[in-house]
């Protein structure tokens, strides 16, 4: 996958790890993994999350083309980096803004929030992520309400992830 450092795993086990799992990772397999290094006295089938589970959020949707974002930046690192920095700030900015938005069910408002995370995405070379905000962008402004409230919480939770991971990289 690209953006996706590749270790070899015999690099970690040389250094006395048990086992490795390259990412981006998979839930079943973790918990697999888990399972497999516990004793035979645990079991995690009738673990019950305090959370609702968040529907599973694409690796692609999340990938940071950095080549795509260079050019946008001159191809000039540090500026690249400022970018990402950037990005990061206004969107946690933004989070609060479309929850408040959508909460209100000001569509209006919530395409033009839409509309910057879309640009700002585009900036940093989250190109799969920007085409997701184009499409509520497009919803906003078309007041699809059926669209914004059956896909809102797979929105936030993919730009908190596109943040977390952005801020790795930082």
Same mark, same amino acid.
């Given at each position: /996958?690209?953006? &996706?450092? %590749? &270790?070899?795993?015999?690099?970690?086990? $040389?250094?006395?790890?048990?086992?490795? *799992?390259?990412?981006? *990772? $998979?839930? $079943?397999?973790?918990?697999?993994?888990? +399972?497999? !290094?516990?004793?035979?006295?645990? /079991?995690?089938?009738? &673990?019950?999350?305090?959370?609702?589970?968040?529907?599973?959020?694409?690796? @692609?949707?999340?990938? *940071?083309?950095?080549?795509? #974002?260079?050019? !946008?930046?001159?191809?000039?690192?540090?500026?690249? =980096?400022?970018?990402?920095?950037?990005?990061? $700030? =206004?969107?946690?900015?933004?989070?609060?803004?479309?929850?408040?938005?959508?909460?209100?069910? %000001?569509?209006?408002?919530? @395409?033009?929030?839409?509309? #910057?995370?879309?640009?700002? @995405?585009?900036?940093?070379?989250?190109?799969?992520?920007?085409?997701?905000?184009? +499409?509520?962008?497009?919803? #906003?402004?078309?007041?699809?309400?059926?669209?914004?409230?059956?896909? !809102? #919480?797979?929105?936030? %939770?993919?730009?908190?992830?596109?943040?977390?991971? &952005?801020?790795?990289?930082?």
């Amino acid at each position: /996958d690209e953006g &996706v450092i %590749d &270790v070899p795993a015999e690099e970690y086990l $040389q250094y006395g790890f048990n086992d490795y *799992i390259s990412k981006p *990772i $998979q839930s $079943q397999k973790l918990e697999e993994m888990i +399972q497999e !290094y516990l004793s035979e006295n645990c /079991d995690l089938t009738n &673990v019950v999350s305090s959370e609702p589970p968040l529907p599973e959020i694409s690796s @692609a949707l999340l990938e *940071i083309d950095r080549e795509t #974002g260079l050019s !946008y930046c001159m191809n000039m690192t540090d500026l690249y =980096q400022e970018m990402l920095a950037t990005f990061c $700030q =206004q969107a946690k900015e933004t989070l609060e803004q479309l929850e408040n938005s959508y909460q209100l069910s %000001d569509w209006a408002n919530y @395409a033009i929030l839409t509309h #910057g995370l879309k640009t700002n @995405a585009r900036t940093i070379g989250a190109n799969n992520f920007a085409e997701l905000s184009l +499409q509520h962008e497009m919803a #906003g402004k078309e007041k699809d309400e059926a669209f914004l409230l059956a896909e !809102y #919480g797979t929105y936030i %939770d993919s730009l908190k992830k596109l943040i977390a991971k &952005v801020e790795e990289i930082l």
